[in-house]
């Protein structure tokens, strides 16, 4: 099931981007789309053969001089109306696994310095993460403001997850500078 939900990931990414190579995806899955989806370029690669070979995607080769030849990507008839039926069903609920919770519940047994570095490391993540996303929000907004780009047809859905990026990044932040002192109290 995993394959079927990075699969409509690329999709809405293909439906963004028009066309993208697999170089190019995978940069989008380390940046932009990290607001909401991470995949390796293996599993990428792996989904995009899968995708063409399912008629959902096609690709063509791009001569390049000076460069190996890429593929690139883009979305076909079909895959916009497996796309369109994916909006239609009811999301998965969030399953969280997070080992640095563990980590902060078992601090009374465990070592509050090794736990209170982990929770540094984690907030200093989600600096660099929020620094990422608000670089790419003033890109995205140029001399636009807000509402004039949540109201653009193409740009409203990945700004809206980028908005969500944003939020979820400075929680993280928030938190850890909550938790450092309580937890450096029992070092």
Not at 2 to 28: C, F, P, W
Not at 55 to 74: C, D, S, Y
Not at 142 to 151: H, K
Request: proline fraction near 3%; aromatic fraction near 8%; hydrophobic fraction near 45%.
């Amino acid at each position: 099931m995993e394959g079927m939900a990075l699969r409509h990931a690329i999709e809405s990414t293909l439906l963004v981007m028009g066309e993208a190579s697999g170089y190019d995806l995978s940069k989008e899955f380390d940046g932009a789309r990290a607001t909401f989806w991470v995949a390796t370029p293996q599993q990428l690669y792996r989904e995009l053969d899968r995708m063409e070979a399912d008629g959902v995607i096609l690709a063509r080769t791009v001569e390049q001089a000076k460069r190996p030849n890429k593929r690139v990507f883009r979305l076909t008839d079909a895959g916009c109306a497996e796309l369109s039926a994916f909006t239609r069903t009811a999301p998965r609920a969030v399953a969280i696994r997070d080992e640095l919770m563990v980590m902060v519940q078992a601090v009374e047994v465990g070592d509050p310095a090794a736990v209170c570095d982990a929770v540094r490391a984690f907030r200093d993540a989600a600096s660099a993460k929020l620094a990422y996303y608000e670089r790419l929000e003033r890109t995205w907004l140029g001399d636009r403001s807000r509402e004039e780009l949540l109201a653009e047809r193409h740009l409203g859905g990945p700004y809206l997850t980028l908005l969500r990026g944003l939020r979820f990044e400075r929680e993280n932040i928030d938190w850890a500078e909550l938790a450092l002192p309580v937890l450096e109290a029992r070092g």
